[in-house]
């Protein structure tokens, strides 16, 4: 069962995973709009519909990559200030949001997920998978995806045997 696994694998990562093991800074992981995109994911098993489930996963996406755009412009603005970069745009990419996805999910560890997924895609109309409500939803998707196949090999700067000693 998928909803299981996934409970188990956030259960377990939840008690040591850091940030920067997803290559999230701790800046954006310690802003207050993670903690409530998890409360977003946190309280979709009460939700009854697909479109309110799929309007709390947009909410939690745009909490959680509006922060980091936030901080990111913020950077930016005093790197330009103090001359240490060039004037070109701060960026914040989908490579930079399926980790903060990945650390909401398993900061939330919400129960049913892979379900209320699918039931999203299920009942959902086309029409409204599109746009951000979709894109929200497919980096929800992608975030669980990753997390339920998750590797040493991928994370950043783990001890010899960290991951061993954490998810045996």
């Not at 922060?67 to 490579?95: I, K, W």
């Not at 997920?113 to 929200?136: D, N, W």
């Amino acid at each position: 069962d998928g909803d299981l696994a996934l409970a188990r694998r956030t259960r377990k990562l939840a008690l040591w995973l850091l940030p920067r093991h997803l290559g999230v800074s701790e800046a954006i992981a310690a802003a207050p709009q993670v903690e409530e995109a998890a409360r977003f994911l946190r309280s979709l098993e009460v939700q009854r519909s697909p479109r309110d489930m799929l309007a709390l996963i947009a909410r939690a996406f745009a909490a959680v990559t509006g922060a980091a755009c936030f901080r990111e412009q913020r950077l930016h603005a005093a790197a330009v200030a103090c001359g240490t970069t060039s004037d070109t745009e701060p960026c914040f990419g989908a490579d930079d949001a399926l980790p903060l996805m990945q650390l909401v999910v398993v900061r939330a560890q919400p129960l049913m997920f892979i379900s209320a997924l699918a039931f999203i895609e299920s009942f959902t109309p086309r029409a409204q998978m599109k746009g951000e409500l979709g894109y929200a939803w497919a980096s929800a998707q992608s975030a669980a995806a990753s997390l339920e196949s998750l590797r040493a090999e991928v994370l950043f700067g783990l001890e010899p045997g960290e991951w061993e000693r954490n998810m045996s």
